[in-house]
């Protein structure tokens, strides 16, 4: 059965089934696999001409087995996956000779989280079926997050979710996407207050859970929860095969907010896909690259851009990787982590660390200004609409390629509908919405207006969990 440890080498090893139900470990580190499943070329080869929902279970079973029956998890990725509404689930667009994107936003609320979350959803009933429990999922979002989780759980006998948004600074259909959802276990609250402010409510509350009076656990959604990265490594490998390999490399471009969905294609690489480049695309919250490109790691203050999807201002799941380009040394990461976390002075890595980094990664921040030109040019060369946090993607790709004989695929995280800032600035006309959301406009909402102070919050969450 697979291990779990945390990164910070302090923190009991979990089963995945303990893993799935926390959210940081308890030395504050986050959870990453003690031995990566790897697969030979030959063996990935024999996947070829698999379909998306077994491809999936090849990869995922090896994370879960002895915690999830083999055939029960086939029956789940089945369920989830015939809901999207593309039969190849993740189909490649061509914009170019040898270039790519991979379509992520086929699932039901347009964006690539939802590949991780509907089986989230899936996975926390099911294991808390068998233990007889409940949780409680609370969660912090800007945009794509929230809805992603709402869809993913609304279905859950056994989770009570309450997404916290900021009051009117959410767009109107990522607002929608998550308060027209129906269902007796699902609370929107509209925070009076910033982003930061519910972020901060929501951190409080997995610090110190009284609130929930022992009797239920808090469950984290964001991408620090393991299941969500390995929900995600599968459409690497999926890109991959339908594109040649592992007979021959590929190239990924991943427009990175968190580190979560590109540190699923690295996993793939451990795991025996053979990847020559990944790259790491970000907007002007560009943490990550001025840390990658000059060795300085240094906050900086929030930016909102028009991708908003990807403004965070630190990139949780780095640490992920920072632990094995420190070989995997829980007590030198705790101690890297906790002048990282200071924010005073600028920190660098060590120098055969960064190394390490740039032999596996290459990476650019997009400006606004370059997003709108991307989303133009590829629209002119193609007629095909990038999502802007796509077209981040794109642009990076297109300035970052070392080869192009290899096949360069952008993940493309989104539906250009999702975000209309963008496409308007661009100058396009909104595209419409999808069928099954093409009523969104006129559907009731359901949203709780509430002041940004954690007390009243957390009571409105008591006395919503323990109606029954
Ligand atoms: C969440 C999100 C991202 C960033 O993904 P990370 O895993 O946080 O790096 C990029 N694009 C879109 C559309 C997203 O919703």
């Given at each position: 059965m697979?291990k779990y440890?945390?990164t910070?080498?302090?923190?009991?090893?979990l089963?995945?089934?303990?893993?799935l139900l926390?959210g940081?470990?308890t030395?504050g580190g986050?959870y990453?696999?003690k031995?990566?499943?790897?697969?030979s070329?030959e063996?990935?080869?024999?996947?070829?001409d698999?379909p998306?929902t077994?491809?999936?279970?090849?990869v995922?079973?090896?994370f879960?087995?002895?915690?999830?029956?083999?055939?029960?998890?086939q029956n789940m990725l089945?369920?989830?996956?015939?809901?999207?509404?593309?039969?190849?689930?993740?189909?490649?667009q061509q914009?170019d000779?040898n270039?790519?994107?991979?379509?992520?936003f086929?699932?039901?609320?347009?964006?690539?989280k939802?590949?991780?979350l509907?089986?989230l959803?899936?996975?926390?009933?099911?294991?808390?079926?068998?233990?007889?429990e409940k949780?409680?999922i609370?969660?912090?979002?800007?945009g794509?997050?929230?809805s992603?989780?709402?869809?993913?759980t609304k279905?859950c006998?056994?989770?009570?979710?309450?997404i916290?948004?900021?009051?009117?600074k959410?767009?109107e259909v990522?607002?929608?996407?998550?308060t027209?959802?129906?269902?007796?276990?699902?609370?929107?609250?509209?925070?009076?207050?910033?982003?930061?402010?519910a972020?901060?409510m929501?951190?409080a509350?997995?610090g110190n859970?009284?609130?929930?009076?022992?009797?239920?656990?808090?469950v984290a959604v964001n991408?620090i929860?393991?299941?969500?990265?390995m929900?995600?490594?599968?459409y690497y490998?999926?890109s991959?095969?339908?594109?040649g390999?592992p007979?021959r490399p590929m190239a990924?471009?991943?427009?990175?907010g968190?580190?979560g969905?590109?540190?699923?294609?690295?996993?793939?690489?451990?795991?025996?896909?053979?990847?020559e480049?990944?790259?790491?695309?970000?907007?002007?919250?560009?943490?990550?690259?001025?840390l990658m490109?000059?060795?300085?790691?240094?906050?900086h203050?929030?930016?909102?851009?028009?991708?908003p999807?990807?403004?965070?201002a630190?990139?949780?799941n780095?640490?992920r990787?920072?632990?094995?380009l420190y070989?995997?040394?829980g007590a030198?990461?705790?101690?890297?982590?906790?002048?990282m976390?200071?924010?005073?002075d600028v920190?660098s890595?060590?120098e055969?660390k960064?190394?390490?980094?740039?032999?596996q990664?290459?990476?650019?921040?997009?400006?606004e200004?370059?997003?709108?030109?991307?989303?133009q040019e590829v629209?002119?060369?193609?007629?095909y609409l990038?999502?802007?946090h796509t077209?981040?993607?794109?642009?990076?790709a297109?300035e970052?390629?070392r080869n192009?004989?290899?096949?360069?695929?952008?993940?493309?995280?989104?539906?250009?509908v999702?975000?209309?800032?963008?496409?308007?600035r661009a100058?396009?006309?909104?595209?419409k919405l999808?069928?099954h959301?093409?009523d969104?406009?006129?559907?009731?909402?359901?949203?709780?207006?509430l002041p940004a102070?954690?007390?009243?919050?957390?009571?409105?969450?008591a006395?919503n969990?323990?109606?029954?």
């Amino acid at each position: 059965m697979m291990k779990y440890i945390s990164t910070r080498g302090n923190a009991p090893e979990l089963t995945f089934e303990d893993v799935l139900l926390t959210g940081l470990a308890t030395d504050g580190g986050l959870y990453v696999p003690k031995d990566v499943p790897q697969f030979s070329p030959e063996e990935i080869e024999s996947w070829r001409d698999l379909p998306y929902t077994e491809l999936a279970h090849k990869v995922i079973y090896q994370f879960v087995e002895g915690c999830v029956d083999s055939a029960a998890l086939q029956n789940m990725l089945n369920d989830v996956y015939s809901g999207f509404g593309h039969k190849a689930v993740a189909p490649l667009q061509q914009i170019d000779h040898n270039e790519y994107v991979l379509e992520l936003f086929h699932g039901p609320t347009l964006a690539f989280k939802d590949f991780a979350l509907q089986l989230l959803g899936r996975l926390l009933d099911y294991v808390l079926e068998r233990r007889h429990e409940k949780v409680v999922i609370m969660g912090a979002t800007s945009g794509d997050t929230g809805s992603a989780a709402i869809e993913g759980t609304k279905a859950c006998r056994n989770v009570d979710i309450f997404i916290l948004h900021p009051h009117g600074k959410v767009s109107e259909v990522q607002r929608r996407q998550m308060t027209t959802v129906k269902g007796d276990n699902i609370f929107n609250i509209a925070i009076e207050g910033n982003f930061d402010q519910a972020q901060d409510m929501v951190k409080a509350s997995f610090g110190n859970q009284q609130f929930l009076r022992g009797e239920r656990k808090l469950v984290a959604v964001n991408s620090i929860n393991w299941a969500r990265i390995m929900a995600q490594i599968v459409y690497y490998f999926y890109s991959a095969l339908n594109l040649g390999g592992p007979l021959r490399p590929m190239a990924y471009s991943v427009p990175t907010g968190n580190f979560g969905d590109i540190f699923a294609g690295y996993m793939a690489k451990k795991m025996g896909l053979p990847i020559e480049q990944l790259i790491i695309a970000t907007n002007s919250n560009d943490v990550l690259h001025r840390l990658m490109s000059r060795n300085q790691y240094e906050v900086h203050p929030l930016q909102h851009t028009i991708t908003p999807s990807m403004d965070i201002a630190v990139s949780s799941n780095f640490e992920r990787l920072l632990f094995d380009l420190y070989d995997r040394d829980g007590a030198k990461l705790a101690d890297l982590m906790a002048r990282m976390n200071a924010k005073k002075d600028v920190v660098s890595l060590d120098e055969d660390k960064l190394a390490k980094a740039r032999e596996q990664f290459d990476s650019y921040a997009v400006s606004e200004e370059m997003t709108v030109a991307t989303m133009q040019e590829v629209f002119a060369e193609t007629g095909y609409l990038l999502d802007p946090h796509t077209a981040i993607g794109v642009k990076a790709a297109r300035e970052c390629r070392r080869n192009a004989r290899i096949p360069m695929i952008t993940l493309g995280t989104a539906h250009p509908v999702k975000f209309e800032e963008a496409v308007l600035r661009a100058g396009f006309d909104m595209p419409k919405l999808p069928h099954h959301l093409a009523d969104l406009m006129e559907r009731e909402e359901r949203v709780n207006v509430l002041p940004a102070d954690l007390d009243t919050v957390q009571r409105f969450i008591a006395a919503n969990t323990f109606k029954d």
